[in-house]
């Protein structure tokens, strides 16, 4: 899952972006509210951190320009500022959920991940397909019962195919959702890590869930035959 940060402090920044990367989201940084709307505009993003107190315009403009342009993404703002009236304008402007200064670290990760739940097409934290299991929270992941171990990278292409189950997924649509903005379009990572996640199935099970759609993508999905 990709994730816009809009943090203006950068040890703030660094911090909140290397804890993100080691719970399987790709990150992209701003930290600025121009820089915010920019990235916002080219990019496809599941959700938004975004900090309250940031160069113009503010967190609040950001969220409201963003609703004003149509954007329904989930948008987590982070401030300070915890009086009543600045929460109300927060969610106002259009935030889903508002976190005030300072906070651990497992409660932001748990509000992330009940936003990207109700944006989602399922509101539960185990995704089941066809026999695989995938524990969000937890980051653990069996077939049949039996567990299988993945990198950070194998684990967010994994969860992305599988909360799209059924559906062909393009190879520019995971890149815009399993890595940064600075990912190489020419490069066969996204190749590679589809077929270290089927050697690693392969390694539990006989069952084919990963399909390649030639010329259209990938599918997570059970066969029968």
């Known amino acids: 899952m990709?994730?816009?940060?809009?943090e203006d402090d950068a040890r703030i920044a660094r911090f909140l972006r290397k804890?993100?990367?080691?719970?399987?989201?790709?990150?992209?940084?701003?930290?600025?509210?121009?820089a915010?709307?920019?990235?916002?505009?080219?990019?496809?993003?599941?959700?938004?951190?975004l900090d309250v107190i940031i160069p113009p315009p503010d967190g609040f403009e950001v969220c409201r320009r963003l609703r004003n342009e149509g954007s329904g993404v989930?948008?987590?703002?982070?401030?300070?500022?915890?009086?009543?009236?600045?929460?109300v304008e927060g969610l106002d402007s259009g935030a889903d959920d508002y976190l005030a200064k300072p906070f651990q670290f497992a409660e932001l990760l748990a509000r992330l991940r009940a936003l990207l739940r109700r944006g989602g097409p399922t509101h539960s934290t185990v995704l089941l397909v066809g026999g695989l299991e995938i524990d969000t929270p937890s980051h653990r992941?069996?077939?049949?019962?039996?567990?299988?171990?993945?990198?950070?990278?194998?684990y967010?292409?994994?969860?992305?195919?599988?909360?799209?189950?059924?559906?062909?997924?393009?190879?520019?649509?995971?890149?815009?959702?399993?890595?940064?903005k600075d990912f190489d379009p020419?490069?066969?990572?996204?190749e590679v890590y589809v077929n270290r996640l089927r050697r690693n199935i392969e390694k539990v099970s006989r069952k084919k869930l990963i399909h390649t759609v030639r010329g259209a993508g990938y599918m997570l999905e059970e066969q029968s035959g």
């Open 186 to 190: 020419f490069s066969n990572l996204i």
């Open 2 to 6: 990709r994730i816009l940060l809009v």
């Open 19 to 34: 804890g993100l990367a080691e719970n399987s989201y790709a990150v992209d940084v701003a930290a600025t509210g121009e």
């Open 156 to 180: 967010s292409l994994l969860e992305y195919l599988a909360r799209n189950a059924g559906r062909i997924i393009g190879r520019e649509e995971i890149a815009e959702h399993v890595w940064d």
């Open 141 to 154: 992941v069996r077939l049949d019962g039996q567990p299988i171990t993945l990198t950070t990278k194998e």
């Open 74 to 87: 989930p948008v987590l703002m982070l401030t300070a500022r915890d009086g009543v009236s600045d929460r």
């Open 36 to 49: 915010a709307l920019y990235l916002a505009s080219v990019g496809s993003y599941d959700a938004i951190i």
